[in-house]
């Protein structure tokens, strides 16, 4: 879970809780829920966490530890649902090399067929992590 679950109200986020305990050992997929979460935010506070440490000098990788996905890897793909072809605030530091794919549907309506098809996209997809081809 990222964002601020102080947001939530007690008994959902005993819930929310209960279910990343559940789930803590599980292997294979990374699913992170996005709760009251903005990137912007998350910037301005690991920014602040560092100030307050007097730190003056960091690097790429000491600044993500800063962040609230600071055990999560970076997303492979990221899927856009609900017509909307923008990224809307969300993961801006952790998506530099991430395939995105946007879908016209809406979240409740996005379905099985659809994800099979942005997976069977996405395999076909040369990850270059930015380098250039030659």
Not at 28 to 34: D, F, P, Q, R, T
Not at 65 to 73: A, G, N, R
Request: hydrophobic letters at 35%.
């Amino acid at each position: 879970i990222i964002g601020d679950m102080s947001k939530i109200d007690p008994y959902t986020r005993k819930k929310i809780n209960n279910s990343v305990n559940i789930t803590r050992h599980n292997k294979g997929l990374n699913l992170n829920l996005a709760i009251s979460y903005g990137s912007r935010q998350e910037i301005i506070i690991a920014i602040n966490k560092i100030l307050k440490e007097k730190k003056t000098n960091i690097d790429i990788e000491e600044f993500s530890q800063y962040l609230f996905t600071k055990d999560i890897p970076n997303p492979d793909l990221l899927i856009r649902t609900g017509k909307e072809n923008r990224i809307s605030n969300f993961l801006l530091w952790q998506i530099p090399y991430t395939e995105i794919f946007f879908s016209d549907s809406f979240w409740p309506d996005f379905n099985k067929e659809e994800l099979e098809s942005i997976l069977m996209d996405f395999n076909r997809t040369e990850r270059r992590y930015g380098s250039l081809v030659d």
